[in-house]
């Protein structure tokens, strides 16, 4: 896999001297585009980014993922992922931490650090995704399909835990 | 996002104010600086792949790798736009190959490209691929667990393959499922 990236460079430049053009140039309007991008998203990221510190700091998300336990419990996932569950959707660094700290708590060989490992790779940050992708549309109320994300990040989660007990 | 960022934020201010008020604005202070240091981060990945992929659109590379995926790309997303279409076909692309940071500006360009034929079904489909991550291997996780030592940090591949597959699978069935419910409530209103 460690070779898909740098061949990916040489095919993309090899193709561009082939069709005669200028790759540095190209290059630069390419990162030119990419400042304007990253400055229109800063605001919205930096929004996003407020809102879970404030959601761990104020023992808000520790409320919820014990309210919410007994339910993951019934959906055979593990009370201690509870909180990884519900912190993921919101924070990819945040969850990457918690993450990590599972797996040094419980060993990187255990049940339970396995099951965070596929419920980690198996999901997505849906509320940062949603804030960078609707930005620029009019319409910004997507409810339905956030709804459908994560209902169907919640099964996903059951199934990993599944998974992991048998494979 | 505007509900639950009002909620949210509303609710911690009330539990911080009661328990511990003088954690609240370092907190607030501190949610500011990740997210600056996050678009920093996020900086580097779009200059490096959008800088490149600006060298494949300009030597036509994108509207190749575009053409062939096109046929299937049109009919799933409803959409005739070319450069959506290779927009959307990078994006999935660079999904399955694992650099989701270069997936992000494809995805971002193909929304608004979208958003000039009013196709908001397209717009949340892609979303949904995206948001529901589909992703070959994962290598983060593996090298995370390499670190600490496991013993085959590799073994967790297959089951995250088939959890991410049934994630996807399941948003994308239900978004269409609720998409024809919808279509043929508002043809029996008109009739």
């Given at each position: 896999?460690?070779?898909?990236i740098?061949?990916?460079f040489?095919?993309?430049?090899?193709?561009?001297?082939?069709?005669?053009?200028?790759?540095?140039?190209?290059?630069?309007?390419?990162?030119?585009?990419?400042?304007?991008?990253?400055?229109?998203?800063?605001?919205?990221?930096?929004?996003?980014?407020?809102?879970?510190?404030?959601?761990?700091?104020?023992?808000?998300?520790?409320?919820?993922?014990?309210?919410?336990?007994?339910?993951?419990?019934?959906?055979?996932?593990?009370?201690?992922?509870?909180?990884?569950?519900?912190?993921?959707?919101?924070?990819?660094?945040?969850?990457?931490?918690?993450?990590?700290?599972?797996?040094?708590?419980?060993?990187?060989?255990?049940?339970i650090?396995?099951?965070?490992?596929?419920?980690?790779?198996?999901?997505?940050?849906?509320?940062?995704?949603?804030?960078?992708?609707?930005?620029?549309?009019?319409?910004?109320?997507r409810?339905?399909?956030?709804?459908?994300?994560?209902?169907?990040?919640?099964?996903?989660?059951?199934?990993?835990?599944?998974?992991?007990?048998?494979? | 996002?505007?509900?639950?960022?009002?909620?949210?934020?509303?609710?911690?201010?009330?539990i911080?104010?009661?328990?511990?008020?003088?954690?609240?604005?370092?907190?607030?202070?501190?949610?500011?600086?990740?997210?600056?240091?996050?678009?920093?981060?996020?900086?580097?990945?779009?200059?490096?792949?959008?800088?490149l992929?600006?060298?494949?659109?300009?030597?036509?590379?994108?509207?190749?790798?575009?053409?062939?995926?096109?046929?299937?790309?049109?009919?799933?997303?409803?959409?005739?736009?070319?450069?959506?279409?290779?927009a959307?076909?990078?994006?999935?692309s660079?999904?399955?190959?694992?650099?989701?940071?270069?997936?992000?500006?494809?995805?971002?360009?193909?929304?608004?490209?979208?958003?000039?034929?009013?196709?908001?079904?397209?717009?949340?489909?892609?979303?949904?691929?995206?948001?529901?991550?589909?992703?070959?291997?994962?290598?983060?996780?593996?090298?995370?667990?390499?670190?600490?030592?496991?013993?085959?940090?590799?073994?967790?591949?297959?089951?995250?393959?088939?959890?991410?597959?049934?994630?996807?699978?399941?948003?994308?069935?239900?978004?269409?499922?609720?998409?024809?419910?919808?279509?043929?409530?508002?043809?029996?209103?008109?009739?």
């Amino acid at each position: 896999m460690r070779y898909v990236i740098p061949l990916i460079f040489l095919l993309v430049i090899l193709y561009a001297v082939k069709k005669r053009v200028r790759v540095y140039p190209a290059f630069t309007r390419g990162v030119k585009s990419a400042v304007d991008f990253t400055l229109g998203l800063l605001p919205l990221i930096v929004c996003v980014f407020i809102m879970c510190e404030i959601f761990e700091a104020s023992h808000l998300s520790d409320k919820i993922s014990a309210m919410l336990s007994p339910l993951f419990g019934l959906l055979g996932i593990p009370p201690q992922l509870a909180k990884l569950a519900l912190i993921k959707p919101f924070s990819g660094s945040g969850s990457l931490s918690m993450l990590g700290s599972v797996i040094k708590t419980y060993g990187a060989d255990s049940y339970i650090a396995r099951c965070a490992c596929v419920m980690y790779g198996s999901s997505e940050t849906v509320f940062y995704i949603s804030a960078v992708y609707f930005s620029k549309c009019a319409n910004k109320k997507r409810l339905l399909p956030v709804a459908i994300i994560l209902l169907s990040s919640l099964i996903s989660a059951a199934v990993a835990c599944l998974l992991c007990r048998i494979m | 996002m505007n509900v639950i960022f009002t909620i949210i934020t509303a609710l911690s201010a009330l539990i911080m104010c009661v328990f511990e008020p003088s954690a609240f604005l370092p907190a607030l202070l501190g949610g500011a600086r990740k997210g600056v240091e996050c678009c920093l981060t996020l900086f580097c990945i779009y200059a490096v792949w959008m800088g490149l992929s600006q060298v494949a659109e300009e030597s036509g590379l994108t509207k190749r790798v575009a053409a062939m995926l096109s046929p299937a790309c049109t009919r799933f997303f409803r959409t005739g736009d070319s450069e959506a279409v290779g927009a959307i076909s990078m994006n999935i692309s660079c999904n399955l190959l694992g650099i989701g940071g270069a997936a992000t500006p494809f995805a971002v360009k193909a929304i608004g490209r979208l958003e000039g034929e009013k196709n908001e079904y397209a717009q949340n489909l892609l979303f949904i691929i995206n948001a529901t991550s589909i992703q070959l291997i994962p290598t983060t996780v593996i090298a995370l667990r390499a670190a600490e030592g496991s013993a085959a940090a590799h073994d967790i591949t297959l089951p995250s393959l088939i959890a991410t597959a049934i994630s996807t699978g399941l948003a994308v069935a239900v978004y269409i499922f609720c998409e024809k419910i919808k279509h043929r409530r508002a043809k029996k209103c008109a009739m």
